[in-house]
C-alpha cells in the first residue's frame, strides 16, 4: 500500500514557467510533509516542508499548498530555471524525526 | 566535511558475498536511518537507531540485513548473502531528535 502518492512520473517545462508538483497522502497521522530534490549521484537534499496547520509556505521560487482535507499538497517551482532540473519527491512523517515515507518521485527538466 | 558521509561511494559484489557499508552521522546527531532507493522510485526505510539502540526495524530489512550502532556514533550496514535484488543505493540520514535529517550521498551496490 503506497502511503505517499506523486504525480506525475515526469515533468518537462519551459525555462520560465511553472513547474507543478502533485501528491497525496492517506495516513491522516502524517503531521510533517518534505519536499527533497535528487540530483545524479547525490542523495535527497530538503528543499521546503510544511505541517497540516498552514496552507501555504513560501520560500523563494518554491511554493507548497497544502489542502488538508482533501490530503493533498503540491509543489509549485516559480520561473523555473535549468538547473532545477531533478528528481523531486514529495513525502510525509508522523514528527520531523520520524522515519520518513517517500513518494515516488518526479524526473524534472527544464527546457534551456 | 560536516556532512553524513558513508563509505565506500560504490560496490560491486559477487552474488552470495558479504558486503558492510558504514556511516558516518553528523556530529552530535544522535538519530541515524538507512533508507534503500531502487532506481527510479523512491527512498524506503530500513531502520533506525537513537543513540545506540535501534527502534525500528522495516519489514524490508530481511534476516539477511544487519545494523549496528556501537556507541551511538558510527553505523554499519551488512548485508549477508548477497541476491541481485539488494542492487540498489543504500542512503544514510542522521537528525537531532525533533529535527529534520541529513541525507548522505548514499553507497551504490551492484551485485553481479
Known amino acids: 500500500q503506497q502511503q505517499v502518492k506523486q504525480s506525475p512520473q515526469s515533468l518537462i517545462v519551459q525555462k520560465g514557467g511553472i513547474s507543478i508538483i502533485n501528491c497525496a497522502y492517506e495516513n491522516t497521522a502524517f503531521d510533517y510533509f518534505p519536499w527533497y530534490q535528487q540530483f545524479p549521484g547525490k542523495g535527497p537534499a530538503l528543499l521546503i516542508a510544511?505541517?497540516?496547520?498552514?496552507s501555504e509556505k513560501k520560500e523563494g521560487r518554491f511554493t507548497i499548498s497544502f489542502n488538508k482535507s482533501a490530503k493533498q499538497f503540491s509543489l509549485h517551482i516559480m520561473d523555473s530555471q535549468p538547473g532545477d532540473s531533478a528528481t523531486y519527491f514529495c513525502a510525509a512523517s508522523i514528527g520531523r524525526d520520524d522515519k520518513i515515507i517517500f513518494g515516488k518521485g518526479t524526473r524534472l527538466h527544464i527546457l534551456p | 566535511d560536516t556532512g553524513v558521509s558513508q563509505d565506500p561511494r560504490h560496490k560491486i559484489t559477487k552474488r552470495g558475498q558479504n558486503v558492510t557499508f558504514r556511516c558516518d552521522p553528523i556530529s552530535e546527531h544522535n538519530r541515524l536511518y538507512w533508507y534503500r532507493q531502487t532506481l527510479g522510485q523512491g527512498p524506503e526505510f530500513l531502520t533506525y537507531f537513537q543513540n545506540e539502540a535501534q527502534l525500528e526495524k522495516s519489514r524490508l530489512l530481511s534476516d539477511r540485513f544487519s545494523a549496528e550502532r556501537p556507541k551511538g556514533s558510527f553505523s554499519t550496514l551488512e548485508i549477508q548473502r548477497t541476491e541481485q535484488g539488494d542492487s540498489a543505493m543504500y542512503l544514510c540520514?542522521?537528525?537531532?531528535?525533533?529535527?529534520?535529517?541529513?541525507f548522505g550521498q548514499g553507497t551504490r551496490l551492484t551485485v553481479v
Open positions: 540520514a542522521s537528525s537531532l531528535r525533533e529535527m529534520v535529517a541529513f
Open positions: 510544511i505541517r497540516p496547520d498552514v
